[in-house]
DNA sequence: AGCCATGGGTTGATGTGTCAACTCGTTGAT
DNA sequence: ATCAACGAGTTGACACATCAACCCATGGCT
């Protein structure tokens, strides 16, 4: 491994392991829901429709299908969604007022320690960065992108 | 949030979520070890002498302290490590194999989906934008670094 | 029609991470 | 000398992630 790579590879990991960790634990301390959860409200607001498919769900979280089925079990007994009949998922009430609170929680930390640091140059290429490696890992798993 | 942090945040987060799966996964189907205990066994490989003290570990990794200890019985149980009296640890013949079979797969997989990707200006922009960041984490948590 | 191959979804077992509460030894102040 | 405070380490409970093994509907194929 180059000496670069290895140099590159550390200090991001680093970040990765330090910057979610803080994320995640001032969410939770604030409003009781894990990056799990929040994927999840965030990406069934996002998407206005009120009927959202399981598989749907997949696809934009990129996850597992038995992660995504028993989050959505654990999160219906909390009353944050409620699943319908043929694999339909929506937003409860109590659901819409969490994700409402947590959002302006979770982008203030991704501001403060994120958005806040880097230039808009950095920015940007941070963007192509992850869009590289993101395409790269796309090549080798054909069937769970499309 | 200004749209350019969102969208670079979003690419991020996938890039982060997908490559670490991947290699996770890579590793563990062709060695059986987590990546917690790739952190471990490589950490205390680096570390040239034979006795490393657990607050070694946890600051070199940046982990909480219950996660160390579980991780360590663990791995413990495994016959990978071996815990002495005065909170030393170290390798056993066994972990020494395996950390080394496990070094060539995981860089394989750094390089194909990481270092390869990326020009050495990517490399050195990637590596200043993680270092800001983890400067600006230790801004606000000032006991857990030294 | 019958068949089976595929993919969505569930479940249970197991490994992993986090939090809070606890023990224990050291240190420093009174 | 006593006591309180602190930090290292452990433990138990719980949430979360992964894997393998299922169920079931759909869509070809013969």
Redesign the pocket.
Known sequence: MTPDVFTTWQAYQRMRVLLN?QI??EL??STG?????YDILFFLEQSAETSV???A??CGLA?????????????EQRGLIE?APG?VIHLTDRGREQIAAARDCHEAAVRRYFGDVLSAEQLAALATISDQVVARLSEDLP?HVH
Chains 1, 2 share one sequence.
């Open positions: 960790s995640n634990r939770g301390r829901l894990s990056e799990a959860d498919r399981s598989v769900l997949r996850w597992e299908k038995s992660r995504l089925s028993h989050q959505l079990r654990r999160m699943k694999a069937h």
